[in-house]
T-cell receptor
Framework: GDSVTQMEGPVTLSEEAFLTINCTYT??????LFWYVQYPGEGLQLLLK?????DKGSNKGFEATYRKETTSFHLEKGSVQVSDSAVYFC?????????????FGKGTKLSVKP | GAGVSQSPSNKVTEKGKDVELRCDPI?????LYWYRQRLGQGLEFLIY????????KSGLPSDRFSAERTGESVSTLTIQRTQQEDSAVYLC????????????FGSGTRLTVV
């Protein structure tokens, strides 16, 4: 079945460091891909998305490019801030499949130190 | 409302008791989802409602779990004879349609079974 694999955390970085959180997927159809963020004590929020190959999603300085050839959707940010400390979830939605739900990775906890 | 509302925000219950969790989706969102998030874990799909179609119950972990939704409005998730392993945050999300639109999550109900 469809699945999402993301790098295990926790990831600890200093402020202004470069961030990459790897995400790869397995899907039988043509999925849409998402990154969600969960700040401490809050619910999940959609961070960015891409609906087809080569699309780049971007928001709040974060970017991710839908790479069909490598089945990846890695999250990047050039200069992280303390306020970016959160848990990041990669997810896919197989629009062509029978399921209507998003399939999530296990999440990667990011801690940014001043 | 402006967002997805869940109640209660916290619930402590004794083992063996029944609990009912409520989710108010965003008005006009036809799709509604329930997920479970155990401490330090990713999101576990429970059930999905889409309009008046039969719900996808494939994620419910046992027959102690059930959910209802009337039309495109409020949903309730019921857990009967609660067990300690049911302790988790239960997240509800809604979306305009399945697939590419992403979800809006509520802040969740933190259930603790003692």
């Amino acid at each position: 079945g469809d699945s999402v694999t993301q790098m295990e955390g926790p990831v600890t970085l200093s402020e202004e460091a470069f961030l990459t959180i790897n995400c790869t997927y397995t899907a039988t159809g043509y999925p849409s891909l998402f990154w969600y963020v969960q700040y401490p004590g809050e619910g999940l929020q959609l961070l960015l998305k891409a609906t087809k190959a080569d699309d780049k999603g971007s928001n709040k300085g974060f970017e991710a490019t839908y790479r069909k050839e490598t089945t990846s959707f890695h999250l990047e940010k050039g200069s992280v801030q303390v306020s970016d400390s959160a848990v990041y979830f990669c997810a896919l939605s197989d629009v062509g499949g029978s399921q209507g739900n998003l399939i999530f990775g296990k999440g990667t906890k990011l801690s940014v130190k001043p | 409302g402006a967002g997805v509302s869940q109640s209660p925000s916290n619930k402590v219950t004794e083992k063996g008791k029944d609990v009912e969790l409520r989710c108010d989706p965003i008005s006009g969102h036809t799709a509604l989802y329930w997920y479970r998030q155990r401490l330090g874990q990713g999101l576990e799909f429970l059930i999905y409602f889409q309009g008046n179609s039969a719900p996808d119950k494939s994620g419910l972990p046992s027959d102690r779990f059930s959910a209802e939704r009337t039309g495109e409005s409020v949903s309730t998730l019921t857990i009967q004879r609660t067990q300690q392993e049911d302790s988790a945050v239960y997240l509800c999300a809604s979306s305009q349609r399945t697939g590419t639109y992403g979800y809006t999550f509520g802040s969740g109900t933190r259930l603790t079974v003692v």
